[in-house]
């Protein structure tokens, strides 16, 4: 069987979960291979795309939360999709020969605009018996899924399913495998141990993380933790913001700390950790909960991540500070009753989806052999 994993490079995690679902499929004896799709058809549009991304939820947070909340209304999305169309129509032939040349059984979407692309040239090349598996990385359905012409779409989390319903989607449709995460994710390591693999003390530890881009006011929330009458200790990770990273480095302070930039030890890092401080992305926090680990919410950016917050606070699965609420009550709550803790844990438990990408994976691969 082959199956071609489609991404958008709009933020790393539609990237992430493609190479964690095409990794899969390769181990169990099958043939996937991942495409960065407007890097694939034409780089400098993708170029526009990433850093148009990165530089408006940056920089203009609130103005792509408008945006955001206006593509969620049907007469802005039929606008919009009709522009995008007409971008695919003028785009798609690289991508029709991409499809033709690799003859896929299954293909597989992490990014609704990949999804998108995929139906604009259904007529040419991609037949009735192609199956079509979107994959929606956020706890929420993002604009324009409700678009697309799918046979499955994957969600986080059954609860979502209603508001996929109301959309149009069909309940034989949704999949709510969860958000399918890299297989480390899904491992079970004790605290001891992930210590000492990263050469750390063997003591309460607390991870803050701030997204690939280093968001939020990390030095602030470092400074709350140190004042707290507790004794742990910090890892924080600050991505790829080198700035932030030197400052977090040279900052004083009484408790321990180990500064990361980008990492590939993530997994790791959960697993030595009692609870993690994280903006709300789709993938973050999909790890987190595989990890079993109590959540805390900062810094959303307007538009999914506050969807994604929502979610999660609404049922239960995380705490988020606020003006009002900081990040020092925050954890000072939460490790200071019991009940409180145990709860937490539990609850984190319930979203936990360990086994997403082998669920996923071998859904396709049965759904191919019964074809």
């Not at 539990?346 to 994976?361: E, H, I, R």
Request: charged share 25%; proline share 4%.
């Amino acid at each position: 069987m082959k199956v071609l994993v489609l991404s958008v490079a709009t933020g790393g995690g539609h990237l992430t979960t493609s190479k964690a679902i095409a990794n899969y499929i390769n181990q169990i004896g099958h043939e996937a291979m991942v495409v960065d799709t407007y890097e694939y058809i034409a780089p400098i549009l993708n170029t526009g795309l990433s850093k148009g991304y990165l530089m408006s939820t940056k920089y203009a947070p609130g103005v792509y939360g408008k945006v955001y909340t206006k593509c969620e209304n049907k007469d802005a999305t039929n606008k919009r999709i009709y522009a995008i169309k007409t971008m695919n129509t003028i785009i798609r032939r690289k991508f029709v020969k991409l499809i033709k040349d690799y003859k896929p059984d299954a293909i597989v979407c992490s990014h609704v605009m990949a999804a998108q692309l995929v139906d604009s040239v259904r007529p040419m090349c991609v037949g009735d018996d192609v199956l079509t598996v979107g994959i929606v990385t956020d706890f929420t359905l993002h604009p324009y899924w409700e678009d697309t012409s799918f046979d499955y779409y994957i969600t986080a989390s059954e609860l979502l399913n209603l508001r996929l319903e109301k959309k149009g989607i069909f309940a034989e449709q949704i999949k709510p495998f969860g958000i399918p995460v890299d297989f480390k994710f899904s491992q079970k390591l004790d605290k001891k141990e992930a210590r000492r693999m990263l050469g750390i003390d063997d003591k309460k530890t607390l991870l803050v993380m701030s997204g690939s881009m280093g968001y939020g006011n990390v030095i602030k929330n470092i400074r709350q933790l140190d004042s707290l009458d507790a004794d742990f200790q910090l890892i924080v990770v600050c991505g790829n913001n080198k700035r932030l990273k030197k400052r977090v480095e040279n900052l004083v302070t009484q408790k321990k700390k180990y500064v990361y930039g980008f990492t590939d030890k993530v997994d790791i890092m959960m697993s030595a950790s009692e609870c993690i401080v994280t903006k709300p992305g789709g993938l973050t926090v999909s790890e987190a909960l595989a990890k079993e680990l109590p959540i805390i919410l900062m810094n959303p950016i307007p538009g999914q991540e506050d969807r994604n917050m929502e979610f999660l606070l609404n049922n239960g699965a995380a705490q988020a500070i606020s003006s009002t609420y900081p990040l020092d009550e925050a954890v000072y709550e939460l490790f200071s009753n019991e009940w409180r803790l145990e709860n937490a844990v539990n609850t984190v438990k319930y979203f936990s989806k360990p086994n997403a990408t082998k669920d996923l994976c071998e859904f396709i691969i049965n759904e191919l052999t019964e074809k």
